[in-house]
């Protein structure tokens, strides 16, 4: 179950990692089919949800998400390709504006979103999956009634999947992709040629059009308020800069400048989103003119499959169960890009942050998480593919709403005023597209305040069980320092832990005779003095760099910069007596004040009880008694 174990303080890199060289990779073809089988599998309820939305105007309906795509989305996530070409995508960029614990809750409810887009993105994958499975005329007797159980045994084969052994199976991507989009082809060539013969459905559908909503702008101001409802159609840009670590580079191309990689990467997005465009304008003109208004309803041979059922109408049983096969298959595989993707994305944070368990760096225990909690978001959606679409609608605008708003901000930064502006004009779009979406569907809105609020209150229980964790990756001396622990190493090791204040002769002076008073030591003992700096508290681990100096022309001091106090002590001890095979001593003076408010302040603030917090940190780390560093308290 722990195979695969990644101790982060030790820098050795997990199952998910990116590939070390920036040049190695797959094709960005190759890799789009990757996402594209969680961007193109939409196609297999897209045109059904926004005929059921929009009604007779679902054409135009899709036109306008169609050009919010091209001109907004894809320009979006061009650019975070470009600012962040090593799948962490827009809330990396975030990430960067804040610090200290608001932007690690910042980035903790952005996680809580993205969490709500993948999660729902295999429910309601394997729901859509189920449903044309069931409406299959050689299996729906046997199976009608059954959606709730058929999805819960395709999201359980897909845990299955991840628990043998999954790594991103590209071949089978580019094979899926290819088989469904064919298929489509075929299906839109006979329902263009059906449209084209039958002249009166055009003239019908656009007198009916005009007569339900009047003139062309009253048809596109309808369009735009309906447009939130179909925003479904624009998942897929998340999943495709996650897996931009995975595209071939350039041979001369670095993880500092991967400029192969973002250029793959552009292609990617652009292919994608252009292929995808062209059938969603296309099958939403088919699926209106040739498929019965109530065929569309929930329960109609029509909802959550359109095309399926055009398959089956106009080429017959075996082509339309041959195209439920691939709808099928595809929509199963979206759930294991999905699934990939969160396998992928939360390494890049809560461990960062301290905020996942151990066990959370192994690959299997992490799907079992994720698969119970699919299986009780299926459970309380009852497989309703309508019924899920708001949630997933939520995740989706909110991660691309905070894509426009972190490229805003990046090209205001670099100065490059037209881009900033034209970012802007999208972000405004994006959000009351996300403000519209809650508005209508807040069922969204509360899967995903769940999922923050799991993800924040299980992230700082963790933080909590590992607050006395080492959490140093290395410890680097300075020339100086060096020279101060080869000297000590000659007598007895003796450090004084002090906390800087003015930093003058007095401040070192009455510091020394204190210990030496407090612990009874002769004057004839040598110490060295150590200082910790605290940086920004909230993170959790990092490397300690440690620099010597003289001051006053008698007092060696050591410098150090953690984000806690202890740690650092505790991770310096342990480095000297490596380098020096001796253990060395510390002297503490005690803390005043109430012990849990000093705790409180360690956890949050990276000070407090250092003393004993500092020991336990030791005891943790050195189980050995013998060898462990003495701290001493007075």
């Known amino acids: 179950m722990l195979e695969g174990l990644a101790d982060m303080a030790k820098n050795h890199p997990g199952p998910h990692a990116a590939p070390q060289s920036a040049g190695r990779g797959q094709r960005w073809w190759r890799v789009m089919c990757l996402t594209g089988v969680d961007y193109f599998s939409t196609l297999g309820y897209q045109p059904g949800i926004a005929a059921l939305a929009a009604g007779l105007l679902s054409p135009v ?33 975030l990430e960067r504006l804040l610090s200290f614990w608001k932007g690690k809750l910042f980035v903790l409810t952005l996680l809580g979103f993205a969490a709500t887009d993948f999660l729902i993105t295999i429910t309601l994958s394997a729901a859509d999956a189920a449903t044309h499975l069931v409406e299959n005329p050689h299996v729906s007797t046997a199976l009608h009634g059954r959606e709730l159980v058929i999805t819960l045994v395709l999201i359980a084969l897909l845990g299955a999947v991840f628990l043998k052994g999954f790594l991103e199976a590209i071949g089978v991507a580019v094979a899926l992709v290819a088989l469904y989009l064919g298929l489509n082809v075929v299906v839109v060539a006979v329902g263009l040629w059906h449209v084209v013969t039958a002249a009166h459905l055009i003239p019908d559908w656009t007198q009916a059009l005009t007569a339900e909503h009047g003139n062309v702008p009253a048809m596109v101001g309808v369009a735009l308020l309906v447009f939130p409802k179909l925003a479904l159609g624009l998942s897929g840009f998340e999943t495709g800069v996650a897996v931009m670590p995975h595209i071939e580079g350039d041979p001369d191309d670095t993880e500092e400048r991967p400029v192969g990689r973002i250029r793959g990467a552009k292609k990617l997005l652009t292919t994608a989103a252009v292929i995808m465009s062209v059938f969603l304008i296309i099958t939403s003109f088919l699926t209106t003119l040739l498929i019965p208004k109530e065929a569309f309803q929930p329960g109609g041979s029509a909802n959550g499959r359109a095309l399926a059922y055009l398959a089956h109408e106009y080429l017959g049983s075996a082509f339309g169960t041959v195209y439920d096969v691939s709808t099928i298959a595809i929509l199963w595989f979206a759930g294991a890009s999905a699934m990939a993707g969160l396998l992928n994305l939360m390494p890049q944070y809560l461990p960062r942050y301290g905020m996942a368990p151990h066990w959370a760096r192994a690959v299997r225990p992490m799907v079992l998480v994720f698969t119970l909690v699919a299986f009780l978001v299926t459970w309380l959606f009852d497989a309703d593919v309508d019924a899920q679409g708001g949630a997933y609608a939520t995740g989706v605008l909110v991660l691309i709403s905070s894509a426009a708003i972190a490229v805003t901000i990046a090209a205001r930064r670099a100065g490059e005023h037209g881009w900033w502006i034209g970012f802007a004009v999208i972000a405004v779009v994006f959000l009351y597209t996300t403000v519209a979406n809650v508005i209508e569907r807040p069922d969204g809105v509360k899967i995903g305040a769940c999922f923050i609020t799991g993800i924040i209150v299980l992230s700082f229980l963790s933080r909590l069980a590992r607050a006395f964790e080492l959490r140093v990756t290395s410890v680097v001396l300075d020339g100086i320092a060096e020279r101060f622990i080869r000297d000590i190493a000659q007598r ?135 060898r462990r560093p003495r701290v001493h308290v007075g």
């Open 492 to 626: 007895r090791i003796r450090f004084i832990a002090n906390e800087p204040d003015r930093r003058d002769v007095a401040e070192y002076r009455d510091k020394l005779q204190q210990i030496r008073a407090d612990n009874d030591i002769p004057a004839s003992e040598d110490f060295v003095f150590v200082e910790v700096t605290v940086g920004d508290p909230s993170e959790f681990e990092s490397e300690l760099r440690v620099h010597g100096e003289v001051l006053h022309g008698r007092y060696r001091v050591l410098r150090l910069e953690s984000p806690a106090v202890s740690n650092a002590l505790a991770a310096l001890l342990l480095h000297v007596r490596d380098v020096t095979g001796d253990r060395p001593h510390i002297y503490f003076e005690w803390t005043e004040g109430n012990p849990f408010a000093q705790f409180l302040r360690y956890f949050l603030f990276g000070q407090g009880e250092v003393a004993p917090v500092t020991r336990e940190v030791l005891r943790e780390a050195e189980p050995d008694r013998d």
């Open 61 to 93: 309906a899709t036109l306008v998400l169609v050009v919010v795509t091209l001109a907004g989305a894809l320009p979006v996530y061009r650019r975070v390709a470009r600012e962040s070409p090593h799948g962490q995508g827009s809330i990396a960029m």
